[in-house]
């Protein structure tokens, strides 16, 4: 796999000595890789990622793992609310409203397992935006194959066979990882349409008994602050 480098000035060093122990997936929402490789290396946008990976599978990196990017913003995964010290970001070249291309995936499964690899991160600790960042952000999206990535060992999906849900939809889903944005006034929706948006896109209403099962498997299985957390 061949890497390409265009070197972002958008990083600082990872704060309190953090190391990365979990990956953080976006889409560009640009017209093109490289409008999207301009802007993340434009220091005036203040915006940057680790990775960028086109559409035809070419991969470059912007920022060395070793140093923070800026790519998560305010946010939450678990107990960790500076997700850019903990986290190495990837930004896939996609408007948001189309399938991601077949290339871009097998260089994402790659590059996936090399990072994953390198820093001893497990599948339950690569994440969307979306996920830290309810209703704020909505990426990778409707159109990202989180399951193809699953059948990886690359990231999770829930197995409802097993669920068993504590009737507390929010506990559960804390305990899985997401949290409504501070000062949220509907907590439960935000969470939601996280949830949904990761494992059931399609579904719409209120809270139901396939979205209660979804929580409590995954917290059942992969509690997300299973170690301390020191961000």
């Known amino acids: 796999m061949t890497i390409l480098t265009c070197r972002s000035p958008n990083h600082g060093p990872r704060r309190n000595g953090a190391r990365p122990d979990m990956v953080v997936l976006h889409y560009t929402a640009m017209k093109t890789a490289a409008a999207a490789l301009d802007r993340l290396c434009d220091p005036e946008a203040e915006v940057s990622a680790h990775y960028l990976i086109g559409a035809r599978g070419d991969i470059w990196q912007l920022v060395d793992e070793e140093q923070r990017a800026w790519h998560a913003g305010a946010g939450q995964w678990g107990s960790v609310t500076d997700v850019n010290s903990r986290s190495i970001g990837i930004e896939l070249a996609n408007r948001g409203d189309h399938p991601f291309a077949a290339a871009q995936m097998d260089a994402l499964e790659t590059l996936l397992a090399q990072i994953m690899a390198r820093w001893s991160i ?46 507390d939809f929010l506990t559960d889903a804390a305990e899985a990882g997401f949290h409504p944005p501070a000062g949220c006034d509907d907590p439960e929706t935000a969470v939601l349409t996280a949830i949904r948006l990761r494992f059931r896109p399609q579904a719409r209403g209120p809270l139901d008994a396939t979205d209660r099962a979804i929580a409590a498997d995954i917290a059942a299985r992969f509690p997300v602050d299973r170690a301390p957390a020191s961000a």
Do not use: N, Q, Y
């Open 122 to 167: 497990p599948p339950e600790r690569v994440i969307g935006h979306s996920d830290m960042a309810p209703l704020r952000k909505c990426d990778p999206g409707p159109r990202f194959d989180w399951r193809r990535l699953a059948r990886r060992r690359l990231a999770i999906w829930p197995d409802l066979g097993h669920a068993r849900s504590t009737g």
